[in-house]
T-cell receptor, first 110, second 114 residues
Framework: GAVVSQHPSRVICKSGTSVKIECRSLDFQATTMFWYRQFPKQSLMLMATSNEGSKATYEQGVEKDKFLINHASLTLSTLTVTSAHPEDSSFYIC??????FGPGTRLTVL | GENVEQHPSTLSVQEGDSAVIKCTYSDSASNYFPWYKQELGKRPQLIIDIRSNVGEKKDQRIAVTLNKTAKHFSLHITETQPEDSAVYFCAASRGTGTASKLTFGTGTRLQVTL
């Protein structure tokens, strides 16, 4: 299957700061990447669809100004959580092929 | 949009027994149904998938069935082993998977006891 990496794997930050998460497809070019969020003991919920060279498409209820997505190349998409708050603490997972997922980033906001 | 329901939420079986997890979906246009296994703190791992032109698919101890008319699909694990213990998610999408978003079920926590 496709190889997808994410960085960082874990991040702890103070409330009010911004955090950037990178998602890379290592063995193929991805025009579309997906960002999911998973709260403890819950399912994966799609946040947004990242499109290379164009604006991301956000799911209902996801604030585009809070969760900034940049997909500048066919192998890299970034998700920036701006002005993070404790309720943003979650497991963020990207998918670069629709089927296979990155290892995830655990964000803890203090 | 698509809505996927999954049952049961927890399932405990003895080693060697079979486990069945069921999902229903609402969007009749959905045509791709993957199943994922997720261990604590790890990424979901694709274990098997089925497309709408197939009714059943098997891979060693794992099988998936699809009933398009009833809009439900099931995961069957035979001869369960302790390492099968994990959370399992079903999902549905309209595309073939390469550029299609997935809608996930709520998950089933499978516990295989000795």
């Amino acid at each position: 299957g496709a190889v997808v990496s994410q960085h960082p794997s874990r991040v702890i930050c103070k409330s009010g700061t911004s955090v950037k998460i990178e998602c890379r497809s290592l063995d193929f070019q991805a025009t579309t990447m997906f960002w999911y969020r998973q709260f403890p003991k819950q399912s994966l919920m799609l946040m947004a669809t990242s499109n290379e060279g164009s604006k991301a498409t956000y799911e209902q209820g996801v604030e585009k100004d809070k969760f900034l997505i940049n997909h500048a190349s066919l192998t890299l998409s970034t998700l920036t959580v701006t002005s993070a708050h404790p309720e943003d603490s979650s497991f963020y997972i990207c998918s670069a092929s629709g089927q296979f997922f990155g290892p995830g980033t655990r964000l803890t906001v203090l | 949009g698509e809505n996927v329901e999954q049952h049961p939420s927890t399932l405990s079986v003895q080693e060697g027994d079979s486990a069945v997890i069921k999902c229903t979906y609402s969007d009749s246009a959905s045509n791709y149904f993957p199943w994922y296994k997720q261990e604590l703190g790890k990424r979901p791992q694709l274990i098997i998938d089925i497309r709408s032109n197939v009714g059943e698919k098997k891979d060693q101890r794992i099988a998936v069935t699809l009933n398009k008319t009833a809009k439900h699909f099931s995961l069957h694990i035979t001869e369960t082993q302790p390492e099968d213990s994990a959370v399992y998610f079903c999902a549905a999408s309209r595309g073939t998977g390469t550029a299609s978003k997935l809608t996930f079920g709520t998950g089933t926590r499978l516990q295989v006891t000795l």
